[in-house]
């Protein structure tokens, strides 16, 4: 099994940073790939970001150029770096792991972009 902890939301201003981090536990080994989904009121939830075993990164176009996803291995924990915030970035985000468990989502952390 793999738990997943995600903390760094908070409330800032359009074009502000904010720096989200996901820490993960238990059968990290098993971990094929982890990254970032999100979802904004009344929408439904979306890909933000992910990197896979390999290293390779894949991030949606909303988000390509302002938000960066960095990992550490040694200490099982994933970055996302979100420069030039909107407010259409608001939404609560979610830390996904894909393993040979299947899918594991963290509990969601807030994000509010303020114009």
């Known amino acids: 099994q793999v738990q997943l902890v995600e903390s760094g939301g908070g409330l800032v201003q359009s074009g502000d940073s904010l720096r989200l981090s996901c820490a993960a536990s238990?059968?990290?080994?098993?971990?094929?790939?982890i990254g970032w989904y999100r979802q904004a009121p009344g929408k439904q939830r979306e890909f933000v970001a992910a990197?896979?075993?390999?290293?390779?990164?894949n991030y949606a176009d909303s988000v390509k150029g302002r938000f960066t996803l960095s990992r550490d291995n040694a200490k099982n924990t994933v970055w996302l770096q979100m420069n030039s915030l909107k407010p259409e970035d608001t939404a609560v985000y979610y830390c996904?792991?894909?393993?040979?468990?299947?899918?594991?989502w963290g509990q969601g952390t807030q994000v509010t972009v303020s114009s």
């Open positions: 996904h792991a894909y393993s040979s468990y299947g899918s594991t």
């Open positions: 238990g059968s990290t080994f098993s971990i094929n790939a």
């Open positions: 990197i896979n075993s390999g290293g390779n990164t």
